[in-house]
């Protein structure tokens, strides 16, 4: 089964902080996914990439820079972070089309 | 405006009660819809998908229809347990390719009291 891990599990910045959010699949899949979950609305997803190298924009990307340094390794950036970014982030990872996602934990994030 | 509205937003039951959660979309096209399961601090996990017109999909003690005419699914589960306690999330995905969109509801709150 394909395994996402993402790190930190829990993270505290203040206004203006930056921040950077770590994910890995060890899966091999091409494609990888940043979402964030905020209460009442479905996942909303930030950026995404079809493979080292590649980034593409989501439907929220204000704020956020992403970063695929390998086929393993995706990144979401914030550079100065606000308190509407705090939120639930999740990466996911798939083979494309209509194979499932595959989740990691999540990490939560609180902007003071 | 949202695509995907799941109702109802939240639901108790009795262990061993079945339950049947509702998803109805605008998704324009919609190639897929899938249902995951995320228990409260983790990821989702995938329960079922379904692909074609009044498709219908078993998983053990899930099963899901869906009608495309409708732009309609539901999740039913039956004799539920504790371990049901979790979100259910309704994903239409509008294409079978790369380039194709996820679009996420904001799920239903299922608690499963003993």
């Known amino acids: 089964e394909a395994a996402v891990t993402q790190s930190p599990r829990n993270k505290v910045t203040v206004t203006g902080g930056n921040v950077t959010l770590s994910c890995r699949q060890t899966n091999s899949h091409n494609y990888m996914y940043w979402y964030r979950q905020d209460t009442g609305h479905g996942l909303r997803l930030i950026h995404y990439?079809?493979?080292?190298?590649?980034?593409q924009i989501g439907d929220v990307p204000d704020g956020y820079k992403a970063t695929r340094t390998t086929q393993e390794d995706f990144f979401l950036l914030l550079e100065l972070a606000s308190p509407s970014q705090t939120s639930l982030y999740f990466c996911a990872s798939s083979g494309g089309g209509q194979d499932t996602q595959y989740f990691g934990p999540g990490t939560r994030l609180l902007v003071l | 405006k949202t695509q995907v509205e799941q109702s109802p937003q939240s639901l108790v039951v009795r262990q061993g009660e079945n339950c049947v959660l509702q998803?109805?979309?605008?998704?324009?096209?919609?190639?897929?819809l899938r249902w995951f399961k995320q228990d409260t601090g983790k990821g989702l996990v995938s329960l079922t998908v379904l692909v074609h017109e009044n498709d219908k999909t078993s998983n053990g003690r899930y099963s899901a229809t869906l009608d495309k005419d409708a732009k309609h699914s539901t999740l039913h589960i039956t004799a539920t347990l504790l371990d049901d306690t979790a979100t259910y999330i309704c994903v239409v995905g509008d294409r079978g390719s790369a380039l194709g969109r996820l679009h996420f509801g904001a799920g239903t709150q299922l608690i499963v009291i003993p």
């Open positions: 998803c109805n979309y605008s998704v324009t096209p919609d190639n897929h």
């Open positions: 990439s079809y493979g080292a190298g590649n980034l």
